[in-house]
């Protein structure tokens, strides 16, 4: 889950822009999101690279520890 680091809550957060890509027409394989907050106007980008790159967040967002990640 993403949350806003100014505000602490996810509730505000709204995607700008969502990028899907694929390879071969197949399987995702990686996601682009772009978020804003819409009580402080941070922003911030998150990214999944798949297979073989760990999701990155990058501005006033980051990633909390919701969904269990595998050890
Ligand atoms: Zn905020």
Known sequence: MIECTNC???QFLQITQ??????????????MERYQ??????TGQYS?????????????IRLTAERPKFA
């Open 48 to 60: 999944d690279g798949g297979e073989t790159t760990e999701p990155a967040v990058d501005g006033d």
């Open 18 to 31: 969502s990028r899907v890509y694929f390879e071969d027409g197949e399987l995702i394989n990686e996601i």
């Open 8 to 10: 602490e809550t996810a």
């Open 37 to 42: 907050c819409t009580l402080c106007d941070s």
